[in-house]
């Protein structure tokens, strides 16, 4: 067509604009003015997520202290342990179970999470004295000894070991270990299985998920981790779900600072010595799991047991056609909101 405007193109003179897409733009400014704060705001949220991770990293070491063969060895001594706790040869407090995650306390124990009476950080309260089994001789042998010995302790910094015995899938949840309870620096060794400390994370629950990490720390099988200033004291560490593809465990020892709180415990006149309990039935074995099992949702006891409640509630007050649905009373016995189930 003669003398018509390229495609996209129109001379509007009644607007002084030779270009449509040009008018288009100077009609709507706010949508270039806010790609930009978004992009602005993306850039400051990674360099602050930059500046955070440095900041974590500068209150780490990680070294190399024990090999394969040294790792063979203590890894059976951790398999008497998990065998020694199964028969009940422990005091009632050394041994702390949780879904996929079994916790052995030596030379000092601690109450926290759920076993608090007060929620939140400064509740946590060292056992009385004697509550729990003392550090075994091989772990001094085998563990501190040679971290002592590789200057990463001083002697006799140590009294308090515990066991962390993950299976695939396993966790634990974002925390700050207890600022009044144990003085610094803390230090991890792991074995059977590499894995990852991720620090920074948020949890959420049914199912669980992990928001991602400010840190995420390798940690191998046989290697040393220590954690002091920031990234000990200011920002939270985990162990995520997805982190545990294998059975893993790791020692943690520390030291407990002197004026730690202790619960409360009246004296007795005639102090008797610990209770020996009955052997615990085990509850999990330590075959190989399936490597995708970390990834799938998982079923903790505290999600089972408000099912049942929620089904024998639920008998009374169907209003839904879906079966993935109940309704929770309160305790007025009006119904106050429906909740989703997931089925696992």
Not at 33 to 41: E, P
Request: glycine residues 6%.
């Amino acid at each position: 067509v003669v003398g018509s405007d390229p495609p996209g193109q129109r001379n509007d003179k009644s607007s002084g604009f030779s270009d449509l897409r040009e008018k288009l733009k100077s009609m709507t400014p706010h949508r270039d003015n806010y790609k930009n704060k978004v992009t602005d705001k993306d850039d400051s949220y990674k360099n602050r997520k930059v500046k955070e991770a440095r900041r974590v990293q500068s209150g780490i070491v990680q070294v190399e202290v024990f090999s394969k063969e040294d790792c063979d060895v203590i890894e059976g001594k951790i398999n008497e342990v998990v065998a020694n706790g199964e028969a009940g040869l422990y005091r009632e407090h050394t041994v702390d179970r949780a879904p996929l995650r079994n916790k052995y306390f030596f030379g000092e124990g601690y109450t926290y999470g759920a076993q608090l009476e007060k929620r939140g950080p400064g509740q946590e309260r060292l056992y009385p004295k004697g509550e729990v089994d003392d550090i075994p001789t091989w772990v001094h042998d085998l563990v501190i000894t040679k971290l002592v010995a590789s200057g990463v302790v001083p002697e006799g910094f140590v009294n308090s070991a515990v066991i962390n015995d993950y299976q695939p899938g396993g966790c634990i949840v974002s925390h700050v270990d207890p600022l009044h309870i144990f003085a610094r620096p803390i230090v991890s060794v792991s074995f059977f299985s590499d894995s990852a400390l991720c620090f920074g994370c948020r949890f959420q629950f049914k199912p669980i998920r992990v928001s991602e990490p400010v840190l995420e720390l390798p940690v191998r099988r046989g290697s040393v981790t220590v954690l002091s200033g920031y990234a000990a004291d200011d920002i939270t560490h985990c162990i995520r779900p997805q982190d545990i593809k294998e059975r893993r465990a790791v020692i943690i020892l520390r030291k407990t600072r002197p004026d730690a709180p202790r619960v409360d415990q009246s004296p007795s006149p005639n102090p008797s010595p610990p209770e020996r309990h009955a052997p615990l039935k085990a509850k999990r074995s330590h075959r190989r799991a399936d490597p995708d099992a970390a990834h799938r949702p998982r079923v903790l006891e505290m999600d089972k047991e408000e099912n049942r409640h929620s089904s024998s509630s639920s008998r009374l007050h169907r209003r839904s056609n879906s079966s993935e649905n109940y309704w929770r009373r309160s305790q007025d016995g009006d119904v106050s909101r429906k909740v989703k189930m997931r089925r696992h």
